[in-house]
T-cell receptor
Framework: SQQGEEDPQALSIQEGENATMNCSYKTSINNLQWYRQNSGRGLVHLILIRSNEREKHSGRLRVTLDTSKKSSSLLITASRAADTASYFCATALYGNKLVFGAGTILRVKS | DAGVIQSPRHEVTEMGQEVTLRCKPISGHDYLFWYRQTMMRGLELLIYFNNNVPIDDSGMPEDRFSAKMPNASFSTLKIQPSEPRDSAVYFC?????????????FGQGTRLTVV
């Protein structure tokens, strides 16, 4: 069964707007990672946030983690058409397993 | 480095045939993972290796699936015999160190179609 569940399943926004995707998980984690997958391609790592961190930034990406609520969010600011992709959260469980959620499909319209 | 390299990119085979998927991890990476992606089940971890040794194969769906890593630069995932429900995209990924400490690098995947 999947550990993480993303919300929403799909998101359509205009270029320049911000996009927020949420992820909830079930069990204790060591870290949480976000990946992007362009259509027909492999997954690309975006950002890793450890269980003792609350917020992390990378360029136009901002990730938050709330371990008490077992949830994380990914914010993409000033979105571009090139950000159109599927975004997955993945939880690194003790035992060295990286378990992925179902993903959010983001479409940025130009 | 060229990244994680998978071959073939596409494979179409008939039910009952043996299928072998190949993966070359990033040089120096000591962990290798095999995932399967389908619309219905998403990304599933099948098996992972550490220093060429299989550590956890609990995600391998059936005895028809087997994986090997004969050396640090090569791994195979074999399905014998293949069935239509095995149709999926299979990804190989590698990491430098345990995934609890670092990220995984994915290959481009092999799209398998079993007819």
């Amino acid at each position: 069964s999947q550990q993480g569940e993303e919300d929403p399943q799909a998101l359509s926004i205009q270029e320049g707007e911000n996009a927020t995707m949420n992820c909830s998980y079930k069990t204790s984690i060591n870290n949480l990672q976000w990946y992007r997958q362009n259509s027909g391609r492999g997954l690309v790592h975006l950002i890793l946030i450890r269980s003792n961190e609350r917020e992390k930034h990378s360029g136009r990406l901002r990730v938050t983690l709330d371990t008490s609520k077992k949830s994380s969010s990914l914010l993409i600011t000033a979105s571009r058409a090139a950000d159109t992709a599927s975004y997955f959260c993945a939880t690194a469980l003790y035992g060295n397993k990286l378990v992925f959620g179902a993903g959010t499909i983001l479409r940025v319209k130009s | 480095d060229a990244g994680v390299i998978q071959s073939p990119r596409h494979e179409v085979t008939e039910m009952g045939q043996e299928v072998t998927l190949r993966c070359k991890p990033i040089s120096g990476h000591d962990y290798l993972f095999w995932y399967r992606q389908t619309m219905m089940r998403g990304l599933e971890l099948l098996i992972y290796f550490n220093n060429n040794v299989p550590i956890d194969d609990s995600g391998m769906p059936e005895d028809r699936f087997s994986a090997k890593m004969p050396n640090a630069s090569f791994s195979t995932l074999k399905i014998q015999p293949s069935e239509p429900r095995d149709s999926a995209v299979y990804f190989c990924a590698s990491s430098l160190g345990a995934i609890v400490n670092t990220e995984a690098f994915f290959g481009q995947g092999t799209r398998l179609t079993v007819v």
